[in-house]
């Protein structure tokens, strides 16, 4: 089994930058594709970013594309979401979770973390 825990989130001016990380543990972490997922209030969850599990290959919702970044530290166990230019729409607890596909639905899927409130102000 594999736990993740998310750090980084936070409340920020619209703008704003923040970094998430995301720390697995319990499996051997390359043998995983990594997404990161996000739910609003009165939303359902959705895909925002996913990374292969080499890092060679990732790919973006079209709301975050030139703005949000995935990538990963495979000697860390880590993978990170970097996002620049947030907007209020961005607010929302982001989830990060492991797959052994690299795939944007979220049922594929298999292991979550408990989630990192970002709350971008206008």
């Known amino acids: 089994q594999v736990q993740l825990v998310e750090n980084g989130g936070g409340l920020v001016q619209a703008g704003g930058s923040l970094r998430l990380s995301c720390a697995a543990s319990?499996?051997?972490?390359?043998?995983?594709?990594m997404g990161w997922f996000r739910q609003a209030p009165g939303k359902e969850r959705e895909f925002v970013a996913a990374?292969?599990?080499?890092?060679?290959?990732?790919h973006y919702t079209d709301s975050v594309k030139g703005r949000f970044a995935i990538s990963r530290d495979n000697a860390k166990n880590t993978v990170y979401l970097q996002m620049n230019s947030l907007k209020p729409e961005d607010t929302a607890v982001h989830y990060c979770a492991a797959s052994t596909l690299f795939v944007t639905t979220t049922h594929d899927y298999d292991y979550w973390g408990q989630g990192t409130q970002v709350t971008v102000s206008s």
């Open positions: 319990g499996a051997t972490f390359t043998n995983y594709d």
């Open positions: 990374i292969s599990r080499a890092g060679s290959s990732t």
